[in-house]
Every structure is written in structure tokens, then in C-alpha cells.
């Protein structure tokens, strides 16, 4: 039989489809403008009545098309979240079905004057790389063009010095006009489009004043050839807009150094899988067509297209993405993989359990997303101050030219000339620039790190903390206790405990169920947070937790100063004893946090003697013991009425509270559900170290920031008197106004440099 079938065994990473749909996607490219009509194929559907839609915004160019995009959609009824990155130009929506639909917030947009696409990370790169060749076409043509009439012009102002005729002069500026004209109307589309976008749609954005400012320059050096003036200024005109698209090109390219973290995990997304089909022969099939129950063959080297379950083969697979852990994890029947992570041994087939938007890998990437467009406190006051760059600059603009018009002498000519200069040197793009590039720079430094912020807000908040209190039970220990008095249990006791602690992710649930190997769930259990499991068997009720549980003194039974649960069945009592590590550099992450001058304290609900060993252990001189997750509260609402700004670090269900609490909020990549969901950053791996990297980038980025806005607004405040006075030209003011967004770019690009902290991977 003749098909088209291949071995996984016998392939690479699947360079060559890769490239093959690059291609396609940069071919399809054009023909890709969603119609209101046809959106309703790519909307996410909700139980709930609530529906999402992901979107590239094809001519996103500044920071103002953010805010008029979240703003015009976020005052459409019914529009619970409009979010746009500007980094990825990924628009998410997301609405209440009875109250609008996905057509009608894409004709606002077609309204507003922005063009979207299906949200496809292949055709996004495709749709950048485009652009790229787009702006050096552009570049080269006005650079060509420069240094022609650079010739000219000095060719011109040598002829004036020594009595040039006017004919030959005239000539000259009409060469010049011929070089300049033709290559203004096509090196400056990039700029023109999106300025007559615009303006057409009753809206501005950065590219109206700088259009207006080469439009101006090159018309009024026309209208002077024309009348046979002296002084034309093609060649500025000419040079202005090499320069513009010079830095332009520059700022493109150090954004991407600075991209978003959340992007760069979009190219692990796969574009096709290897399906093992009925027959046992291998068929490659798009993503899309990848449903859960399939079984997916995927070889060595490749990564994992789907999540899944390893169903024949072993193998060791790299969960670096997943994990921050450098180590490959080994893999075999039943155990579980994830999109993204990479197969380094042996072929295997994979059972899908989850496809595209329901991965692991999309699910960290929406997270990350939040966090790097979150509207902290920062961002909202670039957004208010880029808000008023429109009017204030074309103002500033019309009121320097009437200025040098009507008191200071000059010709409306030379007053044009300052005017446009004026227009030029003003530019919203570094202030816009402070904020978002360093928190994609923080989140992606996080994300290597194997930590992951969730919170938009979260760096700026743990950059602010002074105390940070911790769990003790797998937060600062293993978390995986064993238990120390298996042999003096009976097994009946023992089955009926795990079947019990079956129903909770709680560590020392988890090291009963590995002490008892494989047993049956008991049937409608019931977890208290902090206390323990309960269960009816029949008549007689059943519970697992702590001695106050289930009924005993704390100075009964066997004295022991580590972990420990009791099982009660009616008067039956059992005894369940656990030795729990501490975090291998624990000590060492506790001390140099204090070393920052974090006050650190320990709040356990474990017993006193076992929370004083480890307190001890530690160096942690406050700490608190049989704290329910009402106490922990009590206590951070303590510390805050005290002023002080408290980050919580927990991982167990009872932590969960107190997560949610604190003034910030980390929790490990083991934690309960609900912790991390509760939390503002999730670390992976056994080591502390990743707390002390959150402190530190969070701290880091907050500087940067500051930096950031000082320069933005120190660049302002200088540069425009000195472009209003007439002491600049309009090509100094392009490359004045270039370099301050570069400057903003290349201080954000420092988070990248930071030095790791030790233990932890990067």
C-alpha cells in the first residue's frame, strides 16, 4: 500500500514540515484578515455562557494602539477581558454570549482601523519576518537616496559660496526633487500606512506626527523648487526618514531580545503529530486534528506534540520548560508527559489526555501572558502620561510655529523647519517601552529559572515585601516524608488509611499510599483544611489527620518530634510516624534572605517540638506552631496592621488562605490546586533557591523600571526645549528620538544579565 507514511524512528525534529508551513504561513499571509462573518470558527466556547477568542492584531505599531483597542473593546457591553500584549500582538477576549458575540467585537475593531488574524504563532513569526524585509527594503532605498542628494545639496551650498547661476541651482533641486520624492512615497509606507489607518479612523498614533514631519519637509521643499527659492531641504527630508526607519529597524529588532518569554514557549507548540493508527501504521496529522483518546508516536530527539501518558516504551524525557530542573526525568508506561518537553532516549507512543489550548505548555503560556501584561501601578501611569502624547505634541508643534511666526521674526520656512523638528523629537515610544520590556525581560528570566509568575502585578508587589513567612511541610522540607513505623502497623490499618488518604495531595497522604502500594479510593471523603480526612463506612466513621482530629491529648500516645497523622476507626487508634527533610538549601536560601533585610518567620501546623527542630535547624528565630489556616491569617493580618508588606510561601490546601492573603505570594510546583492557584509566582524543583531568585528579579525589574522612567522622561525634558528653541535639526531629532527608545530597550535588556543565584537553573 502507497501511502503517505513515515517511521518516527527514522526522522528528526520535523525541521523540514516546519519550514514547509513557515513558508505557507508567510504565503497565506496576505489572505488572513478575519471577517466579522467568519469568526465564529475560532471562538472557545464556554459551559458557562462565557466565550474566548485569541487574535494577532496585524497593525498593532505603538503603545497608544494598546490602549485604544483595550479601551474601545473594554466599553462594549458584555466584555469581561480585552488584553493585548504588545509584544506577541496576541489580543485576547473574552464576553458574555447573551450580551455579544465574536463578529460584533471584531467589526469594533475593523472600526477602530485594525486588521486581525487567526491567533498562529507560525504565522505571527512569518508575519514579523515580512515586516523585517519590508523596513530593510525600505532602508536601503532611503539610504541610497541620502547620500545622492547629500551630493547634491553639498554640491548647492559649495555653488552659493562662490556665486552659483540660478539656473544651475534650480537644475540641482530639481535632481535632488526627482531622487527625493519618489523615495519618500515608498520608503515611508510603514510609516504612512499607519498613519492614514489612523487619522481615517478618527484616532492617532506616533506615526501621525512623524508623517506629518516628513510630508511637511519634503512639500515645502517642493513648493521652493518651484518658485526658484534658495534653500530647499530634500536632503533632510531624505535623511529624516532613513534614520526614522534606522531606529525603527533597531528598536524591532532589541525588542525581540527583550520578547516575550510566553512567545518564545509558543515555538515549542507543535504543528503536526505521528498517529498510530488501528493498523499500527504511522500517519502524520496537522495539531488540529489531534483528538484526546488517539495514541501519538513520537521519536527521539523530538519533542512532545501533545500531553499524554506513556502507553509502551521507556524513554527520559527533558522537562527543563516545565521544571527549571536540568536533569531528564525517565518515563515509562503510565507515567504522564507534557507538550513541549523534549523525548531524549527511545521511541515511545503517548496516549492523549490534552491538545492545543488544553496543555500544560498553553496553559503556562496564557499565565505568563497575564504576568507580562498585567497593569501594575507602573504601567497604568505610562498609560495615562502616553494617553496625553498626542494632542500635547501636534499643540506644542502649531504653538513653537506660530511662536518664531509672529515674535520671533522669522520666515514661515525656517518656523516650519522647528516646527517639524518639534513634531520629530517627541516621541511617546520610550515611555511606552519602560514598563513592558522589563517585565517580558523579568518573566522570561523567571521562566528560566523554573519559576513562574502568574500575577500581572506580582513583581512589583514581592519587589516591596520586607517579611517573608513559611510553610514548613513541603515547602521548607521535601514534602515527600516516609513513613518511620511501617512495620509496626498493622496491614489492615495500613490499607484502610491509604484508601482513606487516597481522597488528598497532602504529603503525608502521599507517603501512606507509597507505604501501602496500590489500593481502592474510599468513597465520599471529606478534607477539613488543617485537620485531617473523614470518611462513613457503613455506620462507623473513619478519621486520618491530627491528634486533636481525632479525639486525643497532645500529650497522649507515643511521643514523636516529627510529622505524624492518627487514624481513628470509632475507638481504634493508629499511631502513623514520618521523617521529613529539609530542603537541601534551605539554611543557605534563609540566610541570604536576611541577608536582603527580609525579616523571616515559620508557621506550621505541625507539632511544637517538630516545628522548633526545624526553626532551629534553620536559624528562623519567630515561628508558630498548630496553626489552623484562620491562624496563619490572623497572623499576616498582624504583620500588615503592623506596615509591614508580607510575601506567604506555602504549598497545602490549608495554605491556600493565607496565600491569598498575603501581600505576595509563592508556592512550589508540588503545591495543592488551590495554593497555586492562590499564589502570585510557582516554583519548580526541590531546592528554596528559586524564592530567593523571585525576590531578587522582582527588586531587579523595579530599578530598571525607575531607570527607565527616569530616562524617558529626563530625554523629554531636555530634548524638546532644545528642539522648540531651533538649536536642533529635524535629523538630529530622528536620531534623538530613535536612540531614547533604544537606551529604554538596552536598560531593560540588563534583567537578562542579572547573575543567578546559585542552585538555581538558568
Not at 315 to 334: F, I, K, L
Not at 531 to 539: F, M
Not at 734 to 747: D, E, F, G
Request: net charge negative.
Amino acid at each position: 500500500m502507497n501511502t503517505a507514511t513515515d517511521n518516527p524512528q527514522d526522522r528528526t525534529a520535523g525541521a523540514p514540515l516546519a519550514s514547509c508551513c513557515e513558508i505557507a504561513a508567510a504565503m497565506d499571509l496576505a489572505d488572513d484578515v478575519i471577517r466579522p462573518a467568519d469568526v465564529g470558527s475560532y471562538v472557545t466556547a464556554g459551559e458557562d455562557g462565557i466565550s474566548d477568542l485569541h487574535l494577532i492584531v496585524r497593525n498593532m505599531h505603538c503603545p497608544s494602539c494598546v490602549r485604544q483597542i483595550e479601551g474601545g473593546l473594554g466599553a462594549e457591553p458584555g466584555v469581561l477581558l480585552a488584553r493585548l500584549n504588545a509584544t506577541t500582538r496576541r489580543l485576547h477576549l473574552r464576553w458574555k454570549d447573551a450580551e455579544t458575540s465574536a463578529s460584533a467585537l471584531v467589526e469594533k475593531l475593523a472600526d477602530l482601523g485594525y486588521e486581525v488574524s487567526p491567533y498562529d504563532p507560525v504565522k505571527l513569526a512569518a508575519s514579523a519576518n515580512t515586516d523585517d524585509r519590508e523596513l530593510l527594503k525600505a532602508m536601503a532605498v532611503a539610504g541610497f537616496a541620502a547620500a545622492n542628494v547629500m551630493l547634491i545639496s553639498v554640491a548647492v551650498w559649495a555653488g552659493l559660496a562662490q556665486d552659483m547661476g540660478e539656473a544651475t541651482r534650480a537644475l540641482m533641486h530639481w535632481v535632488a526633487a526627482l531622487i527625493a520624492l519618489p523615495t519618500v512615497a515608498y520608503a515611508g509606507r510603514p510609516f504612512f500606512r499607519s498613519a492614514l489607518s489612523a487619522v481615517s479612523h478618527g484616532r492617532t498614533n506616533m506615526d501621525v506626527p512623524i508623517s506629518l514631519a516628513v510630508l511637511l519637509a519634503a512639500g515645502m521643499s517642493l513648493f521652493e523648487t518651484t518658485r526658484g527659492g534658495e534653500h530647499v531641504y530634500f536632503d533632510a527630508s531624505v535623511s529624516l526618514l532613513f534614520f526614522l526607519l534606522i531606529g525603527r529597524f533597531l528598536d524591532r529588532s532589541l525588542r525581540r531580545k527583550v520578547e516575550s518569554a510566553a512567545q518564545n514557549l509558543l515555538a515549542l507548540k507543535a504543528v503536526s503529530a505521528t498517529v498510530v493508527g488501528p493498523d499500527g501504521a504511522y500517519v502524520s496529522q496537522p495539531i488540529d486534528a489531534i483528538r484526546p483518546g488517539m495514541k501519538v508516536a513520537v521519536a527521539a530527539g523530538e519533542r512532545f506534540p501533545v500531553d499524554g501518558v506513556v502507553t509502551s516504551g521507556r524513554t527520559e524525557v527533558d522537562t527543563s520548560m516545565v521544571t527549571g530542573e536540568s536533569v531528564p526525568r525517565a518515563a515509562g508506561p503510565g507515567e504522564k508527559v507534557f507538550a513541549g518537553t523534549v523525548n531524549l532516549g527511545a521511541a515511545v507512543t503517548v496516549t492523549v489526555t490534552a491538545t492545543d489550548e488544553g496543555t500544560l505548555l498553553s496553559e503556562i503560556v496564557g499565565l505568563m501572558e497575564a504576568a507580562e501584561q498585567g497593569r501594575a501601578r507602573y504601567v497604568r501611569l505610562a498609560d495615562r502620561m502616553a494617553r496625553w502624547y498626542a494632542p500635547v505634541v501636534h499643540a506644542l508643534a502649531l504653538a513653537t510655529f506660530a511662536g518664531w511666526m509672529l515674535f520671533g521674526g522669522m520666515s514661515w520656512q525656517a518656523a516650519l523647519l522647528i516646527s517639524i523638528t518639534v513634531l520629530i523629537v517627541t516621541c511617546p515610544c520610550a515611555l511606552g517601552l519602560a514598563v513592558p520590556a522589563v517585565q517580558a525581560g523579568a518573566v522570561g528570566r523567571l521562566l528560566k529559572a523554573g519559576i513562574l509568575a502568574k500575577s500581572g502585578d506580582g513583581l512589583e508587589r514581592l519587589a516591596a515585601i520586607d517579611t517573608v513567612v513559611f510553610d514548613k511541610t513541603g515547602t521548607l522540607t521535601l514534602g515527600r516524608p516516609e513513613l518511620l513505623d511501617r512495620h509496626d502497623i498493622a496491614l489492615a490499618d495500613l490499607k484502610r488509611a491509604a484508601s482513606l488518604a487516597a481522597a488528598s495531595r497532602h504529603p503525608l497522604s502521599l507517603a501512606i499510599r507509597r507505604a501501602a502500594g496500590p489500593v481502592g479510593a474510599m468513597s465520599g471523603v471529606e478534607e477539613i483544611p488543617g485537620q485531617g480526612l473523614r470518611a462513613v463506612d457503613g455506620t462507623t466513621e473513619i478519621r486520618l489527620g491530627r491528634r486533636e482530629f481525632v479525639g486525643i491529648h497532645p500529650e497522649d500516645g507515643m511521643s514523636h518530634d516529627g510529622p505524624e497523622l492518627w487514624l481513628a476507626v470509632g475507638a481504634h487508634r493508629v499511631q502513623f510516624r514520618f521523617r521529613d527533610t529539609p530542603r537541601a538549601d534551605a539554611a543557605a536560601t534563609v540566610s541570604a534572605l536576611k541577608a536582603l533585610g527580609l525579616s523571616v518567620e515559620l508557621l506550621s501546623g505541625d507539632r511544637p517540638a517538630a516545628v522548633a527542630r526545624l526553626a532551629e535547624d534553620l536559624n528562623i528565630g519567630v515561628w508558630r506552631d498548630s496553626c489552623s489556616p484562620q491562624d496563619k491569617i490572623a497572623r499576616l493580618e498582624e504583620l500588615a496592621a503592623e506596615g509591614r508588606k508580607v510575601c506567604m510561601v506555602g504549598d497545602g490546601l490549608n495554605d491556600a488562605p493565607a496565600l491569598a492573603a498575603a501581600f505576595a505570594s509563592i508556592s512550589p510546583g508540588s503545591a495543592a490546586d488551590a495554593s497555586q492557584t492562590a499564589a502570585d509566582f510557582i516554583f519548580q524543583g526541590d531546592r528554596l533557591a528559586p524564592v530567593l531568585e523571585a525576590v531578587k528579579t522582582a527588586r531587579s525589574a523595579r530599578v530598571l523600571v525607575l531607570q527607565n522612567f527616569t530616562l524617558a522622561l529626563a530625554y523629554n525634558l531636555i530634548a524638546v526645549p532644545i528642539a522648540a528653541a531651533g538649536f536642533a535639526t529635524p535629523l538630529i531629532a530622528a536620531i534623538a528620538m530613535s536612540a531614547s527608545s533604544l537606551v529604554v530597550t538596552l536598560n531593560a535588556l540588563r534583567i537578562k544579565l542579572g547573575q543567578a543565584t546559585p542552585g538555581v537553573e538558568r
